[in-house]
């Protein structure tokens, strides 16, 4: 891990001069080090640095930072404003979304409904790392920015219940077990970030010091995520709600407390997009390249018809910003790596989904990154020039 992040550092010098993303070049990097891996021999430890995608890892150590420096640094007001849409997106969005993946995915490539179904779950979150990494200092649409923010963190709880859903189905339903599933994510889990978030609005004021409170909140935003995952809540609900509160009580220490979560998201974001690069195989995505670009089109139009639905909130979008900003990344990729072995008719459809995954956010991550950019330079030019 120390290597990655060293890297990341490194890496950031080179994406400042040729004034490429700097997670697409971690992301390049990665995916440099697997070619060379798999064609030449070289670096052959890279492989078993891909664990850092397992589940575990990345919930319980990579994401947490992210989420809670995102929250902070986001606009409490500016989300307040557009908490409707953001819910729509969050949560009947994602539902439209999944329903419109799997239909296409299983008349136009004939994929099985369930393996369609499950892969639709997996690829329809916007993905909160990628997504925040892309949108920062953009000018001239804080409102659509604020939207695709506050999506991209919500977004994901209701595409990993429906996940978990799926996966308790094929090891034979239960409909007590999905609801529970469901009390514990849209229960259960905003009522342990409140709890949280109330308690530490009163110790707080209590410590004397800006060092005794970051130390206190980098272990309750830890804790926050963690046991509410353990517990098979959802986590970034849990975080959420609890950084929202601890971002409207700080005052003079807030500065310090970014300062702070800013290293930690730098870290994380080295590792994460590092590892994503190295889960890259260009042989195995070679062997599906027809169902993967079909597939991206497939996400791509999907996303433009739910973004289109948004007009019955008569919000001032940006609207092309809006679905160009439906990148796909990390939490696709470490749901797409658990999958469980699922062989049908011959069929690997783990390793069909995992490369179909793979394939899309690396288009996602690469091209829609740089297609969101250029968006946002002319929303920033235009916003300067009135």
């Known amino acids: ?193 409140f709890a949280l978030g109330y308690l530490s609005t009163r110790l707080l004021p209590l410590m004397s010091s800006a060092e005794s409170k970051i130390s206190y909140l980098f272990a309750l935003s830890y804790l926050s995520f963690s046991f509410t995952q353990a517990i098979g809540g959802s986590g970034i609900i849990a975080e959420i709600i609890f950084a929202f509160m601890i971002s409207v009580k700080l005052k003079s220490e807030k500065a310090q407390v970014q300062n702070f979560w800013a290293v930690l998201d730098y870290i994380a974001n080295s590792l994460l997009f590092i590892s994503m690069g190295l889960v890259f195989n260009p042989f195995l995505l070679a062997k599906y390249y027809f169902e993967i670009v079909v597939s991206f089109l497939i996400v791509f139009l999907s996303r433009i018809a739910i973004i289109r639905s948004l007009r019955i909130f008569r919000g001032s979008y940006d609207y092309g910003l809006a679905f160009l900003s439906g990148i796909r990344g990390a939490i696709p990729l ?29 288009i996602s991550l690469i091209f829609q990154t740089f297609l969101v950019q250029l968006r946002a330079r002319r929303l920033s030019e235009d916003y300067y020039y009135y």
Do not use: C
């Open 334 to 362: 470490v749901l797409a790596l658990n999958l469980p072995l699922f062989v049908s008719s011959g069929i690997n459809y783990t390793d069909l989904i995992f490369a179909i995954t793979v394939g899309i956010a690396s």
């Open 1 to 193: 891990m120390l290597i990655f992040i060293l890297l990341g550092v490194l890496l950031s010098i080179v994406s400042s001069r040729i004034k490429l993303s700097y997670t697409v070049t971690l992301l390049l990097f990665g995916m440099f080090l697997t070619f060379l891996k798999l064609r030449v021999g070289l670096f052959p430890a890279v492989s078993s640095l891909t664990h850092i995608l397992s589940a575990q890892l990345f919930f319980n150590i990579i994401l947490p930072p992210i989420i809670f420096k995102a929250v902070l640094d986001m606009d409490y007001n500016r989300f307040i404003d557009n908490l409707w849409p953001i819910i729509f997106l969050a949560t009947l969005g994602v539902v439209i979304s999944v329903l419109l993946i799997s239909l296409l995915m299983h008349f136009i490539l004939s994929m099985p409904w369930f393996y369609s179904l499950l892969f639709a779950t997996i690829i329809s979150p916007t993905d909160p790392v990628g997504v925040l990494a892309t949108l920062k200092g953009i000018k001239g649409a804080e409102d659509t920015t604020s939207l695709i923010e506050g999506e991209a963190l919500l977004n994901d709880a209701t595409a990993i219940t429906l996940f978990s859903i799926l996966l308790s189905y094929s090891g034979g339903f239960s409909i007590e077990r999905v609801g529970l599933t469901v009390f514990l994510v849209f229960v259960v889990s905003p009522f342990i970030g």
